[in-house]
Each structure stands twice: as C-alpha cells, then as structure tokens.
C-alpha cells in the first residue's frame, strides 16, 4: 500500500549522530588509505628520519581520521538538519511517497 505523508522536522540530534557514523566509517576507509601510503614511505625511506616519520604520521592520520570526520559528520548533520528544518518549515512540508507492507497472506 503507497501513501503520501508529509516530513515536516527533522531530528538534529539523530542526524547529527547518524551522519558522524558514516562519516567515522568514511574516516576508517581514508585512514587505512593513507596508512598504506606512508607505510610504503617509511619501508622506502631515504634517511632514518624520513622513514620514522612518515610511519608516525601514518599512525597518527590512522588514529585522528576517525574521530576527527565523526566530528564533522555531527556538525554537519546538525547544520543540515537545521537548514531542512527552516526551509520545509516555509514550505509546508515534503511530500514523500512511501509504501507500507500489507497484511501477510497464508
């Protein structure tokens, strides 16, 4: 069965915390990407010290990336959310056509 119903608000806590999910997940994948790289850079090393760094800063970029694009994922989630909410707020909601399951045959 589809019906119409209309969004009127988001949740800007929820948003916020279902987008910096994603984005830490996002921040797993581009931390493993550049952990990589600079490990290919610290077993390449011209000098000790560039070896030593390149590999500390791999770690580091493997430890921050996470935390730092949750971070970002709650502020933007927030932002947006708040954005969404003002904008249907002047346009009388959002119409979404959903479908909903219908009794279950035997």
Sequence with gaps: MKQWVKIRRLGAINTGKILAVWMAFIGVVYA????LVFSIGFLT???????VFAGG???LMFAL???L?????????ITGAA??????A?????????EFPGPKKR
Excluded: C, E, Q, T
């Design 32 to 35: 493993v990407i550049f952990l």
């Design 45 to 51: 090393k011209a000098s000790p010290a560039s070896g």
């Design 57 to 59: 800063l791999g770690l």
């Design 65 to 67: 990336f996470p935390v």
């Design 69 to 77: 694009f949750a971070i970002m994922g709650f502020v933007y989630g």
């Design 83 to 88: 954005i969404f909410n003002f904008l249907v």
């Design 90 to 98: 002047r346009m009388d909601g959002w119409d979404m056509l959903m």
